[in-house]
């Protein structure tokens, strides 16, 4: 992984953290270390997708090793999750469940766009600390499929049949001199 980030970022990662994170003798340098601790229980498809976001990102500086972990842990930025919140009736991304849980829903509807803003960064900021330390992202919900089916109306005989049987249930048989 030192290499990848060390490919992305050429000269700015080796200058600030060196061409290794081991020394010379194969312990790990503080760097090393440090960020071995920071990344410990990340599965090798989280590195992945730290290391790909740092591919596709626009920042030219590398991360710090809570910006890598976030990028790995798939945490998004802040405007992301503002314009997720922004969308009607849409199905929304995990993360932006877990800061919804953390919203007063009728303070943030009913604030000002400054006030909205800074309880949806609270709100933000509290998710975004509960999924570092190991929080799972909620599941999405399920979604029941939809019959598009449009109902085809009965003949007239099935639905003479229908009403004869209602009739039965609710009156009695005729036939039996009820």
Do not use: N
Not at 34 to 50: D, I, N, V
Not at 60 to 77: D, H, K, S, T
Not at 148 to 160: C, Q
Request: with cysteine; glycine share 8%.
């Amino acid at each position: 992984m030192w290499e990848r980030l060390a490919a992305v970022y050429p000269s700015k990662w080796r200058a600030a953290m060196g061409e290794s994170p081991q020394a010379d003798d194969g312990k790990l340098t503080v760097y090393g270390d440090t960020w071995a601790k920071g990344l410990a229980g990340l599965s090798p498809e989280q590195l992945g997708r730290g290391l790909e976001a740092c591919i596709t990102r626009t920042d030219p500086w590398p991360p710090v090793l809570a910006q890598f972990r976030a990028l790995c842990l798939g945490i998004p930025e802040f405007s992301e999750v503002r314009a997720d919140m922004a969308r009607d009736g849409a199905k929304r991304a995990p993360f932006t469940v877990l800061v919804g849980r953390s919203l007063d829903g009728y303070r943030f509807r009913m604030a000002d766009a400054r006030e909205a803003d800074r309880l949806l960064r609270e709100a933000y900021e509290a998710a975004r600390e509960a999924v570092m330390r190991g929080e799972l992202l909620p599941e999405p919900l399920a979604e029941i499929a939809q019959d598009t089916a449009k109902p085809a109306p009965a003949s007239p005989e099935v639905a003479r049949a229908h009403l004869a049987e209602i009739q039965r249930a609710l009156y009695g048989d005729p036939e039996a001199g009820a």
